[in-house]
């Protein structure tokens, strides 16, 4: 079997302001870390906005829409750009997760992994927020529950950053279990551990500054893993942020590069134990361009190496 790779040219399109730290460098950067490798490559799809719809209502996808501009470049929020192109890019980045769910769950693939652009986790029900437009992997989640007929789905958040959108979008739905560990105090102030969502499916577990790589493998090895595996999932997902790096510019967790080698490891062998190895992952943070490129490629071996 294979792992296999969604992305698109159409996520280059997406453009920021210069300087900004989501910019188009960080997925070409990745891109040219998985050249040689052996994934089954496919080009990620648009998604419809039924898909959107799963977790957006039709009001915040028009906005969205209406919003691109003709020329230039347009401000959502305080961090959130759009450029001519950029729904495009969306709607490839909430497509190819879609994909490589179907992928996955019809047996085409062991496990993939989604380079698009631009990430989701920050994206609310009405709020694009923090680079993010769309809740990529949230909706991936939804359409395997709604669609594909699987009852429970875990969300495994690794980014620094809390991902308050995916929390925002699943947690009424007591179907799937979503785990964050996030760097707090840090951007976007969310994600207290006393958080459980109305269904006790939420999980938070804050990281002060300087955590190091060794008290991270014992806080995924005695929090993060146990939790997932009583959850019983038929699928997992990743929300992928390799910015807990040491090197990133945004934020100041102490992980090296091999730690998220170890943790590729540890998720495609707990995959493997109790959901047939079904596991999507699809990338988020990350924003030194070089610790983002070797993560990820340690990273997509690790999927690799579990589907052999």
């Given at each position: 079997?294979?792992?296999?790779?969604?992305?698109?040219?159409?996520?280059?399109?997406?453009?920021?302001?210069?300087?900004?730290?989501?910019?188009?460098?960080?997925?070409?950067?990745?891109?040219?870390?998985?050249?040689?490798?052996a994934l089954d490559r496919h080009e990620a799809p648009l998604a419809e906005e039924a898909d959107l719809r799963l977790c957006h209502p039709q009001r915040y996808i028009d906005h969205v829409r209406s919003s691109e501009p003709a020329e230039g470049i347009t401000q959502m929020d305080p961090d959130t750009w759009m450029s001519p192109g950029s729904m495009r890019a969306a709607l490839?980045?909430?497509?190819?997760?879609?994909?490589?769910?179907?992928a996955v769950l019809d047996g085409r693939a062991d496990n993939a992994f989604v380079a698009t652009r631009p990430p989701g986790h920050h994206a609310e029900t009405e709020s694009p927020m923090g680079f993010c437009l769309f809740g990529n992997v949230a909706i991936a989640a939804k359409h395997a529950l709604e669609r594909r007929g699987l009852k429970r789905v875990a969300i495994f958040d690794p980014?620094?950053?809390?991902?308050?959108?995916?929390?925002?979008?699943?947690?009424?739905?007591g179907r799937i279990l979503f785990i964050s560990t996030h760097q707090q105090p840090l951007y976007p102030g969310t994600g207290n551990r006393d958080e459980y969502g109305p269904h006790d499916t939420i999980r938070n577990i804050p990281l002060p500054p300087e955590t190091?790589?060794?008290?991270?493998?014992?806080?995924?090895?005695?929090?993060?893993?146990?939790?997932?595996?009583?959850?019983?999932?038929?699928?997992?997902?990743?929300?992928s942020g390799f910015d807990a790096h040491k090197d990133d510019p945004l934020a100041s967790v102490n992980l090296e590069t091999q730690d998220f080698a170890w943790l590729t490891d540890q998720m495609t062998a707990l995959a493997a134990k109790v959901c047939g190895g079904r596991l999507v992952s699809c990338l988020e943070g990350g924003y030194n361009l070089e610790a983002l490129a070797e993560a990820a490629a340690v990273h997509v071996d690790g999927l690799i190496a579990a589907g052999a």
């Amino acid at each position: 079997m294979t792992t296999a790779l969604y992305t698109h040219p159409d996520c280059l399109s997406h453009v920021t302001p210069e300087g900004h730290p989501e910019q188009v460098a960080r997925l070409r950067h990745v891109l040219a870390a998985l050249e040689g490798k052996a994934l089954d490559r496919h080009e990620a799809p648009l998604a419809e906005e039924a898909d959107l719809r799963l977790c957006h209502p039709q009001r915040y996808i028009d906005h969205v829409r209406s919003s691109e501009p003709a020329e230039g470049i347009t401000q959502m929020d305080p961090d959130t750009w759009m450029s001519p192109g950029s729904m495009r890019a969306a709607l490839r980045a909430a497509g190819g997760a879609i994909a490589a769910v179907d992928a996955v769950l019809d047996g085409r693939a062991d496990n993939a992994f989604v380079a698009t652009r631009p990430p989701g986790h920050h994206a609310e029900t009405e709020s694009p927020m923090g680079f993010c437009l769309f809740g990529n992997v949230a909706i991936a989640a939804k359409h395997a529950l709604e669609r594909r007929g699987l009852k429970r789905v875990a969300i495994f958040d690794p980014d620094v950053h809390h991902g308050n959108g995916t929390q925002d979008l699943v947690q009424s739905d007591g179907r799937i279990l979503f785990i964050s560990t996030h760097q707090q105090p840090l951007y976007p102030g969310t994600g207290n551990r006393d958080e459980y969502g109305p269904h006790d499916t939420i999980r938070n577990i804050p990281l002060p500054p300087e955590t190091d790589g060794e008290t991270y493998r014992m806080i995924v090895t005695q929090q993060v893993l146990p939790k997932i595996e009583s959850f019983a999932p038929e699928l997992i997902l990743l929300s992928s942020g390799f910015d807990a790096h040491k090197d990133d510019p945004l934020a100041s967790v102490n992980l090296e590069t091999q730690d998220f080698a170890w943790l590729t490891d540890q998720m495609t062998a707990l995959a493997a134990k109790v959901c047939g190895g079904r596991l999507v992952s699809c990338l988020e943070g990350g924003y030194n361009l070089e610790a983002l490129a070797e993560a990820a490629a340690v990273h997509v071996d690790g999927l690799i190496a579990a589907g052999a």
